[in-house]
């Protein structure tokens, strides 16, 4: 019961992604640690591509804060021509670990809440976006001697994003015409949709400095591969 209370307080007032998850590698307890990240991901469906740094802080294994600033070439859909730059602050909590109830894995909650901003529809006003992210991850955390620890990881959530178009003028430079008429006039696209994607977590150590490398593969707004690398202070 302590622990659904301690969901619902932080899904109630911290709001969030998972782009990465530092709390995986260390315990509870553990000291507060920070890390940086950058990546890329391709989508196969539609040759969409994108890049991201991120950064987060760990409070004691218990749960991660940061935030996602997230750039994505669109090459397919409603949003094909136009580039759009997201930021998501985001929290992962650390709901179940293997080592305190003795089970066979972990699980993790994370929630966020993105904005994101479209650039290339000149002549026409560039649209805007808005997305909520929620769902658990499992994993298992193997330990190879002093310095290398692996994460499999797989994530399941529900994604939703909402778009507001501001003209169906058949002048602009995205896919977005839904008035052949050539009418103008304001527009909401909503899509509800699921994640599922598997991380494999690599974390090696040298020196003071942990350094991950995390590849992955799944479904995240069309069929995505993509990988992080990061470190851990």
């Not at 000149?122 to 997305?131: M, R, T």
């Not at 991850?137 to 778009?163: H, I």
């Amino acid at each position: 019961m302590r622990k659904l209370i301690g969901l619902c307080f932080l899904t109630a007032t911290l709001l969030a992604t998972s782009a990465h998850a530092q709390g995986i590698y260390i315990d509870r307890g553990d000291p507060n640690t920070i890390s940086a990240t950058a990546g890329g991901r391709y989508l196969l469906n539609d040759s969409s591509w994108g890049g991201s740094v991120a950064g987060s802080w760990s409070y004691r294994g218990l749960f991660d804060v940061g935030a996602d600033l997230t750039y994505l070439k669109y090459q397919g859909g409603t949003n094909k021509n136009l580039a759009g730059i997201g930021f998501t602050p985001f929290v992962t909590w650390y709901a179940l670990r293997a080592e305190e109830d003795e089970l066979p894995i972990s699980m993790s909650v994370s929630m966020g809440v993105m904005r994101e901003f479209f650039t290339g529809n000149a002549p026409v006003a560039n649209p805007e976006g808005w997305g909520l992210f929620l769902g658990p991850s499992v994993y298992r955390r193997m330990q190879f001697g002093e310095k290398t620890t692996f994460v499999p990881e797989v994530l399941a959530a529900y994604d939703l994003k909402a778009t507001r178009y501001y003209s169906g003028a058949l002048d602009q430079t995205s896919g977005n015409v839904r008035d052949l008429s050539g009418a103008t006039g304001y527009a909401t696209e909503m899509k509800h949709s699921a994640r599922l994607l598997l991380r494999l977590n690599l974390l090696m150590k040298a020196g003071n400095t942990r350094y991950t490398i995390v590849p992955y593969l799944g479904y995240q707004s069309g069929v995505t591969v993509g990988g992080n690398v990061g470190a851990i202070f």
